[in-house]
T-cell receptor, first 114, second 112 residues
Framework: EPEVTQTPSHQVTQMGQEVILRCVPI?????FYWYRQILGQKVEFLVS????????KSEIFDDQFSVERPDGSNFTLKIRSTKLEDSAMYFC????????????FGSGTQLSVL | DAKTTQPPSMDCAEGRAANLPCNHS???????VYWYRQIHSQGPQYIIH???NNETNEMASLIITEDRKSSTLILPHATLRDTAVYYC?????????????FGGGTRLMVKP
């Protein structure tokens, strides 16, 4: 079965630094998403992206966050100035269509902000 | 503002059927019921979804009551690898995207 690939699997950074989390969605998918999960808490929606623009975003997705599809295969999440509370597992997901289509999630990037 | 209610945890013996309940008494007519699971902090994995008819695939069966106020996910022969957190999610299947709202889910422990 095709997979969503995320790199790196672990990222450690200093508070205030910029980080870029990378994802390669499934090749024929058109909708892309970022979710995050703070240790011991629920999976939270951050943003959805379609046709090179943001479709929906949550309150968490503030000006410190941005997403980009720099080429035909990668989908990135940038955090401009990391805070301690940004430490979490970040999941990328993709789906072929919107609506009732199922989401395929990657295995995540564990971000630790020191 | 949770739309679903699930028991926080359940146990199941290996090889037996696991029946995971979900209450969604305020579900709207155009909302689907989705089930995902998360194995030990891996990315959530889609299991099955339905509107009002019962559904079955290679992973599980979904039974939705006639009034659609509750549903049950059935894993017919649970294995140790089915130990995970199972999420029941209701959402409108429209073209606005796929913002899934995950609740606390049910932590299923399959025991030998």
């Amino acid at each position: 079965e095709p997979e969503v690939t995320q790199t790196p699997s672990h990222q450690v950074t200093q508070m205030g630094q910029e980080v870029i989390l990378r994802c390669v969605p499934i090749s024929n998918h058109l909708y892309f998403y970022w979710y995050r999960q703070i240790l011991g808490q629920k999976v939270e929606f951050l943003v959805s992206f379609y046709n090179n623009e943001i479709s929906e975003k949550s309150e968490i997705f503030d000006d410190q966050f941005s997403v980009e599809r720099p080429d035909g295969s990668n989908f990135t999440l940038k955090i401009r100035s990391t805070k301690l509370e940004d430490s979490a597992m970040y999941f990328c997901a993709s789906s072929e269509w919107a609506g009732y289509e199922k989401l395929f999630f990657g295995s995540g990037t564990q971000l630790s902000v020191l | 503002d949770a739309k679903t209610t699930q028991p926080p945890s359940m146990d199941c013996a290996e090889g037996r059927a696991a029946n995971l309940p979900c209450n969604h008494s305020t579900i709207s007519g155009n909302e689907y019921v989705y089930w995902y699971r998360q194995i030990h902090s891996q990315g959530p994995q889609y299991i099955i979804h339905g509107l009002k008819n019962n559904e079955t695939n290679e992973m599980a069966s979904l039974i939705i009551t006639e009034d659609r106020k509750s549903s049950t996910l059935i894993l017919p022969h649970a294995t140790l690898r089915d130990t995970a957190v199972y999420y029941c999610i209701v959402r409108v299947a429209d073209n606005a995207g796929n913002m899934l709202t995950f609740g606390g889910g049910t932590r299923l422990m399959v025991k030998p």
